[in-house]
């Protein structure tokens, strides 16, 4: 068992780097499992098995090397397989003032020999270099009087891909490495299906098995659940009722949204404290708000994607997708801000219909198949069983609060309403219309958005100016009345799929979500 006080001791060695050199706050558990297990591992006393880290693209890979090479006695050596992630890397080594060489083609004798003077004065921390250099008789030497506590091997599925044919020297790196004082070899790769572990094992690890790390996307505690709605905004309102989805962060596709949305929300909730956040504003702008939603109980953040992967906020309940995230990728690190206490969580996608067709829509849209399963098969990650999204939990729901109500009115009443005298009668608590009253907790502007919605849907009609009075055609009289059916059918098939497994409700589940007011009455004039 590893002494207590020594662990203790390099998380707050990492913690102080992480915060002083890299200004993050915070590490996924990945991460500081990898950065942990690579300095522990840093002595001579060490068998030296070495690592294959399985890390999707984009996951924070980078940080799991440059931090321990900061750390451990020898130097790091980093190979990559490509020019262009050469000089990302030293990129990135220059913006934390980590002193680096750079062994590549085209360098002359003189100027290699400077560079590597700098390695054995240990002037540099870091070598970059590829595999081709990796092989140059000079580097060799001076590798071998040295000690390397670790050698990275980046893109590391490029060796069995690429070194089995167009690029020889990559299968080369095997048997330098063997001769090489190594103490740790890492393989960075992103896709670690059998035929890049076994070419690995064949060719980088022959003697022993290497340890596998396995970074999922996976987060058992945030339960995925979607909403179908004709107001996002309205939906925002409604979902933030409930305080213990505070604090919540919504993501939303422009700097305007995130404004208009704030506002919006201001004006249904006045007493929940909601700010908004892009890269438009200023630093100490951004700086004030990210203290401000660290330190909030029950506040609300409209951001864009600025509100970056390194500010770390622990205990947001909820993750709102006003709009749909890049794609698979983006979405799971928007969702994974949520949670991150461990304590169970919930992220929450609106769609409204106008999403354009991506993998990502496809896999919220689904009604038959697991969210869950989706995104990390998108994501080439195994998956073992689903700790909760609305497929598996039997709460998909396919209705939009106030479509019903809307419809209705224009089918009881067809030619009456303009736009603007419907959304006053849905609001108006003391007119004689059966559904008057009935969207009262909607703003005017998002019940005439929820028609305009409609209307471009095809669901409603409108004459042309000046009369605009709204109508229904007979086609969609005959789609609401199946959808209507639909309506019931899934949820008698939900209820019966929950009697069925009988499991035990989990603490955010769709149904806990109060229907509004005209929704209720709805469902009960439907029943
Ligand atoms: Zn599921």
Known sequence: MKDETATHFLEDQINLLLQERFNIHSLYPFQRLVIQRIVEEDSEESNHEGSVVVLPTGGGKSLCFMLPSLLVEGITVLVYPLLSLMHDQIRRLKEVSIPYICIQGGQSHQERNLLLEKLKTKEARILVTNAECLCLPALINTLAQITISLLVLDEAHTIISWGEGFRPALATVGPIIQHLPVRQVLCFTATADERVLQGLNRLIFPITRPHLIHASSNRTNITYHVIRTLSKNQSIA?????????????????????????????????????????????????????????????????????????????????????????????????????????????????????????????????????????????????????????????????????????????????????????????????????????LSSWGMQEVQEAIMLLITEGKLHMLKRPKRRLYIDYKAVATLLTTMHSWLRLKYESAKKKAEENRPQLPYHASSIPPDQGDSNLQDSAG
């Open 238 to 438: 409604g979902l933030l009722r409930q305080e213990n989805l505070l604090p919540a962060l919504v993501f939303c596709s422009t700097r305007k949204l995130t404004e208009t949305s704030a506002h919006s929300l201001l004006y249904a909730l006045p007493d929940v404290s909601v700010r908004y956040y892009h890269a438009g504003l200023t630093k100490d702008e951004r700086r004030y708000l990210e203290k401000w939603f660290n330190d909030t109980k029950n506040g609300v953040l409209f951001a864009t994607k600025a509100f970056g992967m390194g500010i770390d906020v622990k205990g947001i309940r909820c993750v709102i997708h006003h709009d749909l995230s890049e794609d698979v990728l983006s979405f799971l690190q928007e969702s994974g801000r949520a949670g991150r206490d461990g304590k169970p969580a919930l992220s929450i996608s609106l769609l409204d219909g106008r999403e354009k067709p991506s993998p990502l829509a496809s896999i919220l849209q689904s009604t038959e198949h697991c969210f869950r399963k989706g995104l990390l098969e998108a994501m080439n990650e195994p998956f073992e069983y689903c700790s909760g999204c609305d497929v598996c939990n039997g709460s998909i729901s396919l209705k939009r609060q106030g479509e019903r109500a809307i419809l209705m009115s224009v089918l009881s009443h067809p030619f009456h309403f303009s736009p603007s005298s419907l959304a006053s009668m849905l609001q108006d608590t003391n007119g004689w219309y059966s559904y008057g009253g009935t």
